[in-house]
C-alpha cells in the first residue's frame, strides 16, 4: 500500500523532474546492491548507505537485484514513449522485491 501510495504523491506532482530524478535514485541504489550483491570490487554510489545497501544485497541476492535494475531501466525507457506515468510505476512497484 505505501509504494503505491508512493506512486500517487510523485504522478500527482507538478514538478516534471520528479519521476525522472527518483528513477536515477533508484537506478543508483539498486546498482549499489547489485554490486555488493555480487561482490564487485566497484565502489558504491551510495556511500552513505552502505550498510544498508550490503544488508539488503545479502538479503535479496544479485538475481533479485539485477531484475530491479531492468525493471527500472524498463520504466525509465517507457516514460521516455509516454505511456502512463502511473501505471509504468505502479508495474515497477510490483517488480521490487517485497523487503
Do not use: H
Amino acid at each position: 500500500v505505501g509504494r503505491f501510495a508512493y506512486v500517487e504523491t510523485l504522478t500527482k506532482s507538478k514538478d516534471e523532474t520528479l519521476i525522472p530524478e527518483a528513477l536515477d535514485v533508484w537506478l543508483g541504489y539498486w546498482r549499489d546492491v547489485l554490486l555488493a550483491a555480487t561482490g564487485a570490487e566497484s565502489a558504491l554510489t551510495n556511500v552513505d548507505c552502505a550498510d544498508e545497501i550490503r544488508a539488503l544485497a545479502d538479503t535479496v541476492g544479485p538475481r533479485a537485484a539485477q531484475r530491479v535494475v531492468r525493471a527500472v531501466r524498463r520504466t525509465t525507457a517507457q516514460l521516455e514513449r509516454n505511456v502512463n506515468d502511473r501505471l509504468a510505476l505502479e508495474v515497477l512497484m510490483l517488480d521490487v522485491p517485497r523487503l
